[in-house]
Structure formats: C-alpha cells, structure tokens
C-alpha cells in the first residue's frame, strides 16, 4: 500500500486503497495498524481521508474529508485507526452500501522534528480491514 525507504525528516508519501464491498447487503468496517515495533511506528504520523479526488503528495491536502487525524501508523499490539472491530456498531466505523466502494487516502509522514534518536530504526505496519454485515449485527 505505502512503501518508504530512507525517509528523512519532513518526508511522506501518499497512495489510495479501495475498499469494495462486493456482496449484497450493506456492510460496516473497521481497520486496525499493527507495525513490528512501536519506536518508529509512534514517530511516524498516518493520516486517513476519503473523498480525495487526487490521492498524491500534492493532492492530499487540496479536498477530502479526514478520517483518521494525524495518529499513529500502528503499534505492535494493534492500533484501531478506523472505527473498532468489536462486534456491532463503535464510534467511527465505515459503512458501504451492497456493491459500493470507496477509495481511502493513506498519507505517512516523518515530521520534521524528528531527531536523530530515529535514525535506522524500521518498521512494516499491516492494516487488516474487519467487516460485518449491518443487518441484525
């Protein structure tokens, strides 16, 4: 999804991921971050948005509508970063119709501040997007 290497200070990259819901009832999703170390994870700021008609470096801040605001990429025991994936409906969770989709905006960025305590450290974050039915869940 978001692939960054050598990243220095005031870095970021941008890319989309569409999520579709192919079947034929409405559905509601959660998606947690799970990195292999929480150092770097905790330093690294993931911001969320759908709605971005160009979903770049430069596109990112023009339009869209932010879902997840400048949080953690993840941590090691799981970082929710939309909604919860506890049964039933939690605060934040996303909904698509039956056969929708929507694309998601997904922007890593290493603030500028960041010292040189970072320096070499990596990291790779998984998203795992849970999903439910909404009918009689």
Do not use: H, W
């Amino acid at each position: 999804l978001v692939t960054f290497s050598g990243m220095t200070p005031g870095d970021q990259v941008t890319n989309p991921i569409t999520v579709t819901n192919a079947g034929t009832l409405a559905l509601r999703y959660a998606v947690t971050g799970t990195t292999t170390e929480d150092t770097l994870a905790a330093q690294l700021d993931l911001t969320i948005k759908s709605g971005v008609t160009t979903c770049t470096n430069a596109g990112f801040g023009v339009d869209g509508t932010v879902v997840y605001a400048a949080g953690n990429l993840g941590s090691t025991t799981g970082t929710n970063v939309i909604g919860d994936p506890a049964q039933g409906s939690q605060a934040g969770d996303r909904t698509l119709a039956a056969s929708a989709n929507e694309a998601l905006c997904f922007n890593v960025s290493l603030p500028s501040t960041t010292g040189n305590t970072y320096q070499g450290l990596s990291t790779t974050a998984t998203f795992a997007f849970q999903a439910e039915q909404t009918a009689n869940n």
